[in-house]
């Protein structure tokens, strides 16, 4: 392994590199960390949202392990922003998914400490005010202005449970407007969501979306498909290239 | 194609059946229709909500279409009710393929009322109040009671975002509670999708929850077993399989 | 259990085929194996590719044990063989999944050695050689050249990290032209991989091209579709069977 990949390897993963011993591993190092985790054009921590949201779609138990683990040992991401993380997940990967992601960062969190030898600091506590405006038509309201904000397109009619309960009044009606995570770092997790959900009105537009808002320039979602590619394959790739070649012709250079 | 197995296509699928001009045609008629659909042990109406779960997440076009058209065309569920679906199902397979999903249920809606040379009649309204009580202390006790009963387990303390703002305010807090499915009806969307996912605590505890609570029998849920195999594969239909054994054991008989 | 469908079953998985106590037991061993794995049009070795690919990208834990052990144990796959085969599943289904996959692989070689009552051989040795040549000019023409022959149309331009660093420098420049499977052997994971990964142009360009470049049949191509509906779904099944049926308008015959 070239040295340069294992730096970026203790880097990432914060742990030491193992023998590479069969031609995935080899390739792992290799391409993995020293062709893509090592590239400029995206700092760590915004290839982890990638990375995070591919590995926990991908249900494999030992790479959530230790990407959760990593993304918490090296100071990149704290506790609470790991579990805003979560419940962001659970809106665009489904919720069993993110009940099982849930508990590793419990896991790791726990691993950590008693790594250290030091008790984990007391859990964060969590107030219902946080819950946001409880005002149902100030909700929508909100909801509308948020759908507004990230899609740069007008709120959809509320005439259907999903857009009603779901869309608006839940999903950018709370979770989108939540402090916990930047708008940057919610697009961060949501472009790799649904590109491996391949839904293809959902992918265009928050590709696109995330482009004209200005919240990442062509250049950095580029980089994001490479990551994406890496953990979640160069099939659906593909189609996150396309969609982010069509959003790059619309925007304003 | 053996006549009861072309009979049993025109029922489910509302139209008249192809001709097989490949093995996977006539193994979808004589397999999926002669011996899967034909079954006793679930209502036509019940194998098509663990169907419509299946072909919603697979994100393949024209199955989503055909039995979205066919499930509406049959009478078997009603708009309102497949509308109440696509808020269910997007809790747990996630924002983006509810959003294609949804788009379908229109589309086929439209199309229905085009053949039959019809106005689609007025779209049904929807409103605040349907959302439930906007108290946020109560609804989060009424989320409480609600995980309770349908997990057969206490509600987890509400010490995440996930949990709080997800889980307990949204999911149990609402979603479960909202009277246009029966939770017999969400329990048969449930289980396929948890079974899709591949998170294994959810995957068990649903599966033994809907056997526990009576809502399914064991061989109500090995039918389920057999259906979600035929949509969605025997790879995962396997690990279905496995969870339906052990809440077998555990159920009363 | 018909004889026959138990004949066959102890040929794929090498054990002896158990009780079928369940409707999904019933139809794994009439169906899946009476009368999928039975048919003529691929071999046992072929149909294990797709199985394989299937199975290990469905995440369900004790098929992947199950058929990653039958394929070493009936001598169908090398174990050099599997592991290439967990880099090429790598590229397509993600890296997690393939890590998950490999843990498998080291298992259940090791679990057949030990039942054989023999240390297992000693690992097979990788060198830094097999990584190719690391002139990067020569590597992205040599990208170029292999991406040409596969997909039968010109490479893209190498203008996005994806196309560069990824597809010209990694999955073509590299991984396609290893010399531990044939080019047969990789369209027969790569198919069932763009498949479940539902990406239309993938899916579309190498199913086609499967055809076309005659290293696939258009009957194979059919044999394929059903073995993979069997392990992925009917819903999956059917884009894959109208790719095929695209690919085979198209092919000259």
Redesign the interface.
């Known amino acids: 392994m070239p040295a340069s990949a294992q730096e970026t390897y203790r880097e990432v993963m914060t742990v030491e590199p193992p023998e ?9 190092f ?3 960390f020293g ?2 985790w090592s ?1 400029p ?1 995206l700092t760590r921590r915004e290839r982890r949202w990638v990375t995070l949201t ?2 926990a779609a ?7 392990a230790d990407h959760v683990y990593a993304a918490l040992h090296s100071g990149d991401m704290t506790l609470p922003e790991m ?2 993380f ?2 962001h997940f ?11 992601l ?2 590793e960062v419990r896991a790791q969190w726990a691993r950590l400490h008693a790594e250290r030898g030091e008790p984990a600091p007391p ?4 107030d ?1 005010a ?2 946001g405006p ?4 100030q909700r ?1 309201e909100l909801g509308a202005k948020e759908f507004a904000e990230v899609n740069l397109i007008s709120a959809p009619p ?10 608006l ?3 950018f009606g ?2 989108w407007q ?1 402090p ?1 995570l930047t708008r940057r770092d919610r697009r961060l997790i949501t472009i790799p ?2 590109a491996l ?7 265009r537009s928050h590709v696109t979306s995330a482009v004209e808002s200005g919240d990442i320039t062509p250049a950095e979602l ?2 994001i ?2 990551q994406f ?11 996150l ?2 969609a ?2 069509q959003a790059r012709v619309k925007a304003p250079v």
Chains 1, 2, 3 share one sequence.
């Open positions: 590479a011993a069969t031609p995935f591993e080899a390739a792992t290799e391409f993995v062709q893509v590239r054009g591919c590995v991908a249900d494999s138990p030992q790479p959530i579990l805003e979560v419940l659970a809106v665009y990967c489904g919720w069993p998914k993110a009940s099982h849930e508990g859990w964060p506590r969590i219902d946080e819950l409880s005002d149902w038509q929508m509320a005439n259907t449970p999903y857009q009603h309960a779901g869309i009044n839940f999903v709370h979770v939540r916990g969501a649904v959900d391949d839904s293809p009105m959902p992918l580029d980089e498909v490479l590619s890496a953990y979640y394959g160069f099939a659906k790739g593909q189609a290239q396309d982010a070649d």
